[in-house]
């Protein structure tokens, strides 16, 4: 008698089209499925190499009509070298410890990202979380998950980030910052902070998202040259005209 597997596949749904946050007089869609069953990581390692990113137990993609200006890209860790810019970035926030904490959401983590999204996202959808809503954001995942924390020598904490290990990098989730201290510029820290941990660990990549060439809040996903973008073709380098390197 032959012994047969079942392989169970993930079910797809699309949302509703909406108004695009992104792109004024555009509407976005998505593509999404829940990251459950056997092996979650695994679904969202492939998930996340085919140009989708998590968002709790969901792992969704861009799936607008007539429109691809949303683009997966990574760093690829070992080719990357920081700029003088960048260097002087982190010199100015060589003061602040990283450290690596549980998926567990705190009070100071929330004041923080409340006063960050009233700073730098007044208008967005995100503005209207309540401390429930960030514990889900932070608390429900399936996969291996952690916050990293940035905090002066007084405990302060200036900056966070919530990412994901993935068995071929690191994905940054969501970073939130203390944006009134502009001079630091704690979200390219973050982000450079975050390349050298997966050299550390031996990974090879670092997934930032989404960027969309007209869309000048995602211009800073530029600066991280060299830079790969997902194609038709697969993930390709992808050249790109940073405004400016810091």
Known sequence: MTEHTTVRFPYFFVTVPA????LPGRLERKVFTRLNGDDPAGLNDNLTNAGFRRSQ????????????????VRVP?????PSRGFRRVLARNDDLVMAERPPVATEDQFALLRTYLESRHPGGGMVEMDAL????MIEDSPIETHVAEYRDPDGRLHAACLIDRLSDGLSLVYSFYNAGDAARSLGTMVVLSQISRA?????????LGYWI???RKMNYKARYQPLEGLGPEGWKPLQISPDRDS
């Open 19 to 22: 108004p695009c946050p992104y």
């Open 57 to 72: 137990s969901i792992a969704y993609k861009p799936a607008c009509e007539g429109c691809n200006a949303c683009v997966s």
């Open 77 to 81: 860790v070992d080719r990357f070298t």
């Open 133 to 136: 809503d960030y514990a889900a």
């Open 199 to 207: 050299r550390q660990l031996g990974l090879p990549y670092v997934y």
């Open 213 to 215: 060439e007209d869309c």
